[in-house]
């Protein structure tokens, strides 16, 4: 699995070519929009949302020394709180809204890199929409409940410290499920798809691990994290697809 995390990171780092040589930059124009406009929801909730939450929870501290302190902590935590969460939030909301969109590059990168005999599964738009939300649904659930279990496994002394590390790894994992889902959905079918990526895991947890350090980039994170993580899911989903595993 170590090998294939080190494959999904190493992807990135010839895809900002692979995209200006094809020309597909404009494809790119409404997913990087929904990005924008998601990214500036969340961190406007962010913002409006931490100081209500900080004030509420400062009232539970009933003793005049140390409240001002207790209150600017509950709000920066509070905010911290709002983040994570929207992080998660953002992920499967941009993905699945803009699936329409990169499945035809992901299909354009696969025609250039295998030929253009090979068929593929013909969905439509709205199929394409309807998959990428019902994909993301899926994970976002997962993702919740394994957060969830991850942070009550946090406040176990000295080995809680792993926590961290393991909410990242969750995190990654879903966010390169996603990506490698748009070459996926023209081969297999839902269930073969969770099937085969659960086969690569490490595929989607390296291509995850960078498309979350992205987002810790202001502003041109989030207008390059799809671009670039989508092409370099796709070069190497598509090396990982068996000929007979394919679908008439």
Sequence with gaps: MIQNIIKGIKAYFGAFQLISKLKLWRYFTIPIIISLLTALTVASLAY????????????FWKWEFGKETFEILSTFLSGLLIIVIGLVLYKHIVMALSAPFMSPVSEKIENHIKGESHQYRNTS?????????????????REILLTILIIL???????????TILLFLVQAYYAGFGNMDYTLERHFKYKESV??????????????????LFLLIPVIGVLLVLPLSVTAATTETIKKIQPKELLE
């Design 195 to 212: 099937l085969f990526v659960k086969k690569n895991k490490g595929l989607a947890i390296g291509n995850g691990i960078v498309f979350m």
């Design 48 to 59: 409006s949302l931490s100081d209500n939450i900080g004030h509420y929870f400062a009232d």
């Design 125 to 141: 738009f709205q199929e394409q929409l309807v998959r990428g939300v019902r994909i993301n649904v899926r994970n976002l659930i």
């Design 153 to 163: 496994f946090g406040f176990i002394p000295i080995i809680g410290v792993l926590s």
